[in-house]
């Protein structure tokens, strides 16, 4: 049996990632008689990221040559200012356990709409900021917010609202929440990480129309 490779791991974390949707989706269905509405909710969140990711990196899959190209006019966009091994730590270092919190925690509502807002600003991002901004007509990962994220998130605010309202204080501290983790998990290893020298590249089908850079330039492809 094969060990576990943080290389290979690196590769094919979108593909693992799938696979893992639909497992949750399973033991999901199987535990929904013993979970409250929010938390069933929150792990198909779960499970709508995971999809999402899948769009974004694997098919269409050009999400980071629109990112680094497209927005951020890299002259080596394979691997700068995003790179795989910041994609596999803003995805799934970060992102996997704060769209799980919620699901381990259920009674803590902030911390499940904290992901839920998250979600939904995605399909903001992908349907109208991204493509603008780089002269796109879509952005992989804009179909799994529409079509996923955001019924899903409409329906556990309605979910938790009908077993009492929302509180000011509980829609602070989610909105905080979800701007902490942007900063933190999304931004913050995009900062740390970004290195032009970088082995950690994309691949050509992950550039798709925006791929500027030779081959034979980017080395150690993801």
Not at 1 to 17: I, N
Not at 135 to 153: E, M, N, Q, R
Not at 175 to 199: E, W
Request: aromatic share 12%.
């Amino acid at each position: 049996m094969a060990r576990f490779s943080l290389d290979g791991y690196r590769k094919q974390w979108p593909r693992v990632g799938g696979v893992l949707a639909m497992a949750l989706g399973g033991v999901t269905a199987l535990a929904s008689g013993r979970m409250s509405k929010p938390q069933t909710l929150s792990a198909v969140n779960f499970g709508a990221l995971l999809v999402h990711q899948y769009e974004e990196y694997q098919d269409p899959g050009w999400f980071p040559g629109q990112f680094n190209h497209g927005l951020f006019h890299s002259d080596s966009p394979r691997n700068y200012p995003l790179n795989t091994n910041g994609a596999l730590c803003v995805n799934a270092a970060f992102g996997y356990p704060y769209y799980i919190a919620p699901v381990l925690f259920p009674k803590v509502r902030w911390l499940g709409l904290s992901p839920v807002l998250f979600g939904m600003a995605q399909a903001v991002g992908h349907g109208i900021i991204f493509p603008r901004l780089a002269g796109d007509k879509y952005s992989p990962g804009f179909l799994a917010s529409a079509l996923l994220h955001v019924p899903i998130g409409l329906t556990y605010i309605r979910a938790v609202q009908a077993d009492r309202p929302l509180t000011k204080a509980e829609w602070a501290a989610a909105i905080a929440y979800t701007v902490a983790f942007a900063a933190v998990g999304v931004a913050g290893p995009n900062l740390v990480m970004h290195d032009k020298n970088s082995p950690y590249a994309f691949t050509a089908a992950q550039m798709g129309h925006h791929d500027t850079q030779a081959p034979a330039a980017a080395t150690g492809e993801a």
